[in-house]
């Protein structure tokens, strides 16, 4: 699903204009990307968790050169979902094999 397809969805089950939509969807957005790189966490009650993840430093390797690298200390957004979000997808989804 897109951004254009949940702006289609919203627009058509509230009966409000597309561009109206879009705007409060993208502004939802940036709100949400504005909190992380503050380093605020977003807590939505029944849908998760938009928190800052601190990346321990680490030594990584470049295997065409054949030399290791220094892989510094870094902050990186992630998702956590609810635990009723959880619970909703695995009882309606089907296992992909």
Do not use: C, W
């Not at 503050?38 to 321990?56: E, M, Q």
């Amino acid at each position: 699903m897109t951004k254009a397809d949940i702006v289609a969805k919203i627009s058509e089950k509230l009966g409000l204009e597309k561009g109206d939509v879009q705007a409060t969807v993208e502004s939802f957005m940036e709100e949400v990307k504005n909190s992380l790189e503050t380093g605020d966490n977003v807590y939505l009650r029944g849908f998760g968790s938009f928190i800052v993840k601190t990346r321990a430093e680490k030594t990584g390797r470049n295997i065409s050169k054949n030399t290791t690298i220094k892989i510094p200390a870094h902050n990186i957004p992630a998702f956590k979902p609810a635990k009723v979000f959880v619970e909703g997808v695995k009882a309606n989804t089907e296992v992909a094999v």
